[in-house]
């Protein structure tokens, strides 16, 4: 199965100079928790994504501004994660379980944004995909702190190894 057979086709978006007042009447209007940031609405070259938490975030982090002074460019992500409408689910599943995210906008080829793909996108439609939807899940809410802290560990143990080996080499050659 495609992500074009399940996405939602031409998602509501927004630019970065509208106010985040413009995306959070966008999300309640239609009841979404993201909106893809487009370059213009003629294009709708895909340049960001925008999610409630982006937004209650910045204006929490700058309490003094009003969410109707703020743009959608201040507060949105821009290293955004996409798929292409061709790309099957799984590969759609497992861009969205290894960065930890729960929507995808789809883009074509001109990377304009066609659609987005979310996890409920996925539940609702991948009836005998429970495993494989549960392990999606538990990768995008699994606490990558943990994972990182674990990396972090080994590579400090690699460092110590690698330095006290050096120290070693030195004594004895000198």
């Given at each position: 199965m495609k992500c074009s057979e399940i996405m939602t086709k031409n998602p509501k978006m927004c630019t970065p100079?509208?106010?985040v007042s413009v995306a959070i009447g966008l999300m309640w209007d239609y009841d979404c928790g993201s909106?893809?940031?487009?370059?213009d609405m003629d294009?709708?070259?895909?340049?960001?994504?925008v999610t409630d938490r982006d937004?209650?975030?910045h204006i929490v982090k700058h309490a003094y501004t009003h969410p109707c002074e703020a743009n959608v460019g201040d507060c949105m992500s821009k290293n955004v994660i996409s798929c292409s409408p061709e790309d099957s689910i799984e590969s759609a599943m497992k861009l969205m379980a290894?960065?930890?995210i729960h929507r995808l906008p789809?883009?074509?080829?001109?990377?304009?944004c066609i659609g987005l793909l979310s996890t409920s996108d996925?539940?609702?439609c991948l009836e005998g995909m429970n495993d494989q939807i549960i392990a999606m899940l538990k990768d995008i809410y699994s606490r990558r702190t943990s994972n990182q802290s674990e990396i972090v560990k080994e590579e400090k143990k690699e460092d110590l190894n690698s330095e006290s080996d050096e120290i070693k080499n030195d004594e004895s050659s000198g």
């Open positions: 100079g509208d106010s909106i893809p940031v487009v370059k294009s709708k070259e895909l340049v960001g994504i937004i209650a975030m290894s960065n930890q789809i883009i074509d080829q001109n990377n304009s996925l539940v609702k």
